[in-house]
């Protein structure tokens, strides 16, 4: 995995379609070589202003190179002007299950929104399918169909990890008391089934968990997650 900035944009004074533009090109922008030759890639964004994080992407590739982009903060008065963007690898049976829905949801051709008023409002999503024959893109609030929302629930724990893993390798690094607390709410996240990937989306763990410098309990928590996640030693 890698971490890795994007040229500078000030997404806070952006328009958020101008921003949800910008935040799309520059996740899709690591997978260009990919599918130039035409591997298959999905690609999920979620625009939710008011949420954390309010901006977000997620693209995986058949080979299971995964691309991650959001605005989440570090802090809780963190104010970036730049998304954070991390390059990842996605286990197999993920992968295949991603691709399976995709192709469930016919690669999201034509309407996957439910389009009615009285739906509460959860984000403006947008699933993208791309191959050597297809390119194709659906946006939604929420689906009837169900391929679209197991994607929907699998990309949002992902993006959960992630966000966990981020904030672990802040506080590692800068901020080491606050680590019990980060890794106190996930693995109450994990225990409720609402993160994915945990390993590659968090691999500040294991660094954790071999640190004498950490206190116990916390590299206790670290071990647990990781064996829960079937993630030791790797």
């Excluded at 993006?159 to 693995?187: H, P, V």
Aim: aromatic fraction near 10%; include cysteine; proline fraction near 6%.
């Amino acid at each position: 995995m890698s971490l890795n900035k994007p040229p500078s944009l000030a997404f806070r004074t952006l328009h958020p379609a101008l921003w949800l533009f910008c935040f799309v090109w520059v996740c899709l922008a690591s997978f260009a070589a990919q599918q130039e030759t035409g591997t298959p890639t999905v690609t999920f964004t979620c625009d939710f202003p008011g949420s954390e994080p309010s901006h977000y992407g997620v693209s995986v590739s058949s080979n299971g190179r995964g691309s991650y982009i959001s605005d989440g903060k570090l802090t809780k008065d963190s104010d970036p002007d730049e998304p954070f963007t991390m390059d990842l690898t996605v286990s197999e049976p993920t992968v295949t299950r991603i691709f399976d829905l995709a192709k469930s949801a016919g690669y999201f051709e034509g309407s996957i929104d439910l389009k009615k008023k009285n739906i509460a409002f959860t984000g403006d999503k947008t699933l993208t399918y791309t191959d050597a024959q297809r390119n194709t893109s659906a946006g939604y609030n929420y689906s009837p169909v169900p391929a679209v929302q197991e994607l929907t629930t699998l990309f949002q724990r992902l993006s959960a990890t992630l966000e966990f893993g981020r904030r672990l390798e802040y506080d590692y690094r800068y901020q080491k008391l606050a680590l019990d607390e980060e890794l106190k709410r996930m693995e109450d996240a994990f225990a409720r089934g609402n993160l994915l990937e945990v390993p590659a989306a968090a691999p500040v763990l294991p660094r954790i968990m071999q640190d004498p410098s950490v206190i116990n309990t916390v590299r206790a928590r670290a071990q647990r997650l990781l064996e829960h996640a079937g993630g030791v030693g790797k």
